[in-house]
Structure formats: C-alpha cells, structure tokens
C-alpha cells in the first residue's frame, strides 16, 4: 500500500517537475521531453533521496541491539563506493603506466571493463598466493566451532579468525582464501580441457570434413540435446559408483570437460570452416603440409579472438556449474575448501540475519564471491565483444 | 500438403528422432553401472542362485539390447519402474504396496510445472517490457542501469539469488516464505504464496537473456527504412516500436523466450533444492545421492524430453512467424 502511494506520489512529482520546468524556462528540452523521461528523473531522485536517509540511519537501536537492513545496506553501499573507486583509480593506473597500446587501451575502456580486470587479477593473485596469505590450513580444525564473525570477543568473535570457524571449527577466512585456489582453479583446469578437446576436433573436423565431420557433428548434437547440468549429474551417479572423494572431483572435472567441450567444437568448427577456405591454406596444403601444422599453425592463429571471447563466457558457465554442483553436494568434494560446498554449509546462519547480521554475512560472502567472479568475466567479455564487434549502434 | 505442416512434421520427426537416442545414451550411461539390479536389491551377501533368480524374473539376463526395447515400451506406457529405496524398505519393513517411480514422479512433475508456469507468468511480460523500454530509451542511464543489473543477475549463480532474496524478502521484512511448503491438496492462494520466492529468483535468472533479446532485435531494425519512414510520419517512438518494430522482432524473441523456458525446466534443479521445493528436481538430486538408479533413468528422461520438446517449439514458433521461413523458395 505504501508503495502504491509513494509511487503515486513520484508520479504526480514527475509531471509537475516537467510542468515547472516548462514555465520557468521555457526551453525546448522541457517543452519536447516525453513524460516518462520526467518520470524517470522524479523516480531516480526519490530512490537517491530514499537510499541516503536509509544509509543514515543509525545501524544500532536504542538498545544496541544491530538493525540488519541497514547494516547490510552499509555494507553493500561501502562496496559499490571501495569498487568505483578502485575501478577509476586502476583505470587511472592503466592509462598513465604502461607501452603505448595498453595506455590506448585503458583510454577507451568502460569503468565496468576496468572493474572486471582488477577482479580477475585480484583473484588470480589469492588463487596463486593461497597458501602465503591464509591465516590457518584449510583442512585445519580448531576447538573452537561457530564463532561469529567480525573479532569482536563481546559479540562472540575471536580475533584469531576475523570471519569466524564454521560448524566444526574451520577458520572460514582461510577456507574462503583457499576456495580461490580449488574452485577458480579446477574450473579454470575443466575449460582448458573443455578447450583442448573441443577446439581440435572441431578443427579436425572443418579440416577433414567428408565423413569424420558428420560423425563427430552428429555425437556432438545428441550430447547438446541432453540439459548439461542434468547429464552431467547423470554421469556423476555413475561414476559414482567407481571412485569417490578426490577420484569424484577427477571424474567431475572429465565430465563436464566433454559436456562443454560440445559447445566449443560447434564454435571451433563454425570459425574452422570460414578461415579453412582461405587462399593461405590452400597454398600451404599445395606446400604438402601435415595435418598438425595446418590445425595448429595456420587456422588456430586466425580463430584466436573469437576463441578467447568464448574461453571467457565458458569459464563462467564452467565455473557456475561446478559451484552448482558443489552446492548439491556433488561437486567437488571435502576436505578440499569450496565456495559452493560453504554455501551449503553456512546457508542456515542466513536465519539469524535479523537479529545476527554479522553471523548470516558467511554464507553470502562465500556465494558472492562466485557471483563476483562471473560479474567481472562477463564485464570483460562483454567490452571484448563490443570491441572486436565494432558494434556501435 | 502445405509447406508449412510439411516443415513442422519434419521438425516432430527430428525431435521424436533426437529422443530416441537420448534414451539410448541414457540408458547406456547406466548400464556402465557396476553390479545391477539384483545385486543392488539383495545386497552384497546374496547367493548366486538367488541372484540369477531375480535376474531371470526381471529379464536381466537378455543381452542388452532387448533390454533397451523393453525399457522403452515400459516408458513409453508410463511404467517407469519400481525406485531402489522403495524396493529396500519394502524388503526391510515388509510394506504391502510399492510406490513405482512413476507415482513418485507425478505430483513432484505438476509442482515443477506450476513453478515454471508461475515464473513463466512473471518472466516474459518483465523481459519483453523491460527490452522495450531499453530499446526505447537505449544509450540513456536507464538503459545503461538495465544492462548492468541483468548481467549481474545472470551472471549469478541461482543459490546466490535465491539467499539474497531470502535475507530481504524471508528474513528481514518477512513477507513471504523461506521454504515452500506445498502439500497435496494445498488451497491455490497458499500454493502461489509457497511458489512466489522460487519463481522470483528463477525469473531474475532467466530475465537477462530475453530482455537483451528483445533489445537487440528491436534495436537492430531500427535502422530499416520502414522504421524512418514511420518517424518521418511523425509516430511517437514508443509506437514506432511497439506497432512497427516488434511485429517483426517477434521471431527472435519467441525463439529465445523458448529457449528460457527450456532453461527453466532443467534450471529448478538448485532452486528446488534451495527453497525445499517437491519438484522433480530436487526428487532427481536425492536420487543422484543415494544412486537410486531408475528414479535417476526416469529423471534425466523428463527433462531431456521437456528440453528437447520447448526447443522443438521454438523451431517451430520462428518458422510460423516468419513469412520467408514459411514460404521456402
């Protein structure tokens, strides 16, 4: 009902913005601006309005006990300010440091682009440095379990481990350093495979064609008809049957290797089949060139773009799928430290959030950090594509 | 014949074909198995005659490829098998009547459909709207914010969503359910009620791809020149693109929207599993975990058929949209 009339409310505050505009100035912009457009500043200006009187109210109440809503929409204000503002100052960075073409580069680069590339490398240095920047082991147990986070002993804290242990006593910080490694690793180890495999035989098979391409192309169509998330739990329940702890995640990474390998062979194949009827690769088949040199040294250079673009978004889809399944409990498997598995984990501290906002903050930093991750791949794909597109619209 | 039923016959062939060897995968994928049937149900002590019995009753000693025809005839009749964790506690408890897979599956089969329809309800109308005002107002902070929301959204993955909307929609301001309790025979309003959380988490899921869909479709006719003879006509822009762009961005969008609701079908799986959902995909999961091997059959086999059905659909809608793909010369 309060929404109804706040929005009645900005309505009536839209027109009358256009209205005044019109007879105070005169000028055509208000004359010729169409009544969604004053609706949207009307609308923009009262969310604005209504998120600082919400950012300033005081995060405790009367009898400091902690108000959730607003400490977490500190919280999320606090990150989106730290993130622009790293973002603009790394794009800053990049256009005064570097050679010539990376300085270009940076010059023409959306905030969104930069914010991306500062993610990715951010991750990749924890990834890298796990074990040098983690307070404790991943594996390592301590007596004291369910401690809340935040450090603060009064509140149940322990500076030792600043975002708390977990339900049997594992330092969360340390498993969410160490998660960087597992889960941005062995998703990042499935798309290479995914890319190997898919990448030269779809080069084989727009190399070859005649009957290796159709056979190749049909295997590949009955395995795109299957869901992929649903055949690969499907063959997870099999290999199940086989291996399980260390060896599961093995079979996991090989499965959805070839499930995704599917879609890089129908795109390798597709950009395969364009550069395969090029003058160059006439001439050097005419030289008596092999096979390997003609996959390798003559098409994979050309269906380099295309390609990495597609490493980008596959990477995404690798990376949700394991954390889905890691969330199933299917994925990779304990006592390796894993976002997806923490998620499941911690998910029911989420129940404490009203009154608790530290304590429900676990489960989220653990999911937010996939999301993270994707958003940042993505900003880059994104401005990738737009680039190598020429798309200006 | 006309061209038209022509091409969609052809197309229900080719579908009813790429089902025909998806069961055969499948039903390969589980023969891989280690041990089988028999020995699951007699466990690991059983003699060999005992199990040479119950393999001859069930048929299991056919070579594989008789085996194959008759699975398929039983699924074809909707006799989808008897689950492996009924069959244990029947032979544990002594239970008079068994629930067969397919009793399992059918009411957990209307829920997952009730889910998908209701986000279905929310998504599309959302998406194409929100394409339209994006394509109407595009390069503006509007569109901009548009953009940046969806493919944060989509790049989420769906627990990430499905806990943020808990934490404000559940547990901060506790308007609707955290976990959906839907019971057989619930009242229509409470069902919705249960359904509404999941369904909006799906629907942020499947937002992004049609409303940039729509957008890009719209967007790139404008440049055509009945668009520009439309303006020089003076139609309003909102006209120019609801009356004259859409029409004929109509194909794309169907197609993709399709495409959506094929992802949807297979997409509940983490969602059910989230909200405690009774659908078949967090049935399939269980399955999963305990290798409850023909509930895991029975399963992969809905949801290949669903996905492989709403993709049929969207081959087809684009064809019937589109006069030229009507028509073929």
Not at chain 1, 261 to 284: C, H, K, P, Q, W
Not at chain 1, 314 to 340: E, Y
Request: include cysteine; hydrophobic fraction near 55%; proline fraction near 5%.
């Amino acid at each position: 009902m309060s929404v109804l009339i706040a929005l009645i409310a900005v309505a009536v505050a839209g027109w009358l913005f256009r209205f005044i505009g019109q007879r105070l100035t005169g000028k055509p912009y208000f004359r010729d601006m169409p009544y969604a457009v004053a609706f949207g500043f009307a609308l923009a200006v009262a969310l604005i309005g209504a998120g600082v009187w919400l950012y300033l109210q005081p995060a405790m109440n009367d009898q400091g006990v902690p108000r959730a809503s607003v400490m977490f929409f500190h919280w999320a204000v606090h990150f989106f300010a730290v993130s622009a503002v790293a973002a603009f100052l790394f794009r800053l960075l990049g256009r005064l440091v570097g050679t010539q073409g990376s300085r270009k580069l940076f010059r023409q680069m959306p905030l969104t682009a930069a914010y991306g590339i500062l993610v990715v490398a951010i991750y990749a240095f924890v990834a890298i440095f796990a074990a040098v920047l983690a307070p404790h082991g991943q594996e390592e147990v301590f007596a004291a379990a369910n401690v809340v986070p935040g450090g603060n002993p009064a509140m149940g804290g322990n500076p030792d481990f600043p975002l708390g242990t977990d339900q049997i006593g594992r330092d969360i910080l340390s498993r969410l350093i160490y998660g960087a490694q597992n889960t941005v690793g062995i998703a990042f180890a499935t798309t290479v495979l995914a890319f190997v495999l898919g990448a030269s035989l779809g080069f084989l098979a727009a190399t070859l064609r005649g009957w290796v391409d159709q056979v190749l192309s049909r295997a590949v169509d009955v395995l795109m008809a299957i869901p992929s998330l649903i055949f690969s739990l499907l063959l997870i329940t099999v290999a199940s049957a086989w291996v399980s702890g260390a060896g599961l995640t093995a079979a996991m990474v090989v499965i959805i290797a070839v499930i995704d390998a599917t879609r890089v062979f129908r795109l390798s194949r597709a950009v395969g089949m364009n550069i395969v009827v090029m003058d160059y690769i006439e001439a050097a088949r005419l030289r008596g060139e092999g096979l390997g040199y003609l996959i390798f040294r003559e098409i994979l250079p050309n269906a380099t773009a295309p390609l990495l673009a597609e490493f980008g978004l596959r990477f995404c889809f690798v990376f949700l799928t394991i954390s889905a399944l890691s969330f199933l409990g299917l994925g990779i498997q304990p006592p390796l430290a894993d976002w997806g598995t923490m998620v499941k984990d911690l998910s029911a501290f989420i129940n404490y959030a009203a009154f608790a906002p530290q304590v429900a903050s676990a489960p989220l930093l653990a999911a937010g950090a996939i999301a993270l991750l994707t958003v940042a791949v993505n900003f880059v794909v994104d401005w990738m594509l737009h680039r190598s597109s020429g798309l200006r619209e | 014949m006309p061209p038209v039923l022509k091409i969609i016959l052809q197309r229900l062939a080719l579908g009813l074909l790429t089902l025909f060897i998806v069961s055969i995968v499948i039903f390969t994928a589980v023969n891989m198995l280690p041990g089988d049937f028999a020995q699951a149900i007699l466990g690991q002590s059983a003699t060999p005659e005992a199990i040479a019995a119950i393999r001859r009753d069930l048929g299991l000693d056919q070579p594989p490829v008789t085996r194959y025809f008759v699975w398929l005839g039983d699924m074809l009749q909707g006799n989808l098998g008897v689950s492996y964790a009924q069959l244990n506690f029947q032979s544990n408890m002594g239970g008079a009547n068994l629930k067969t897979v397919a009793d399992q599956i059918a009411p957990r089969f209307g829920n997952t459909m009730f889910l998908a329809g209701v986000t279905a309800a929310i998504a599309v109308p959302f998406a194409v709207t929100l394409g339209v005002l994006a394509a109407l107002y595009r390069n503006s902070v509007f569109d901009k914010a548009v953009n940046i929301s969806t493919l944060t959204s989509i790049s989420s993955p769906e627990f990430f969503l499905a806990y943020i909307l808990i934490l404000f929609l559940a547990v901060l301001n506790p308007i609707l359910p955290a976990i959906s309790n839907v019971y057989q025979g619930i009242a229509f309003q409470d069902r919705l009620m249960a359904t509404l959380l999941p369904a909006l988490t799906l629907t942020l899921v499947v937002t992004a791809h049609m409303m940039r869909m729509t957008r890009a479709a719209i967007i790139n006719l404008l440049a055509s020149p009945y668009i520009e003879m439309a303006r020089l006509k003076g139609v309003s822009p909102l006209r120019v693109i609801v009356k004259h762009a859409l029409p004929n961005a109509l194909a794309p969008i169907i197609n993709v929207v399709a495409l959506n609701l094929a992802y949807l079908i297979t997409g509940v799986v983490v969602v059910e599993v989230v909200f405690v959902y009774p659908g078949i995909g967090q049935l399939f999961v269980d399955a999963v975990k305990n290798r409850d091997i023909p509930v895991v059959q029975a399963c992969c086999l809905i949801f290949a058929g669903a996905y492989i059905l709403l993709n049929l659909a969207a081959d087809v809608l684009s064809i019937l949209t589109n006069p030229r793909l009507r028509h073929p010369k």
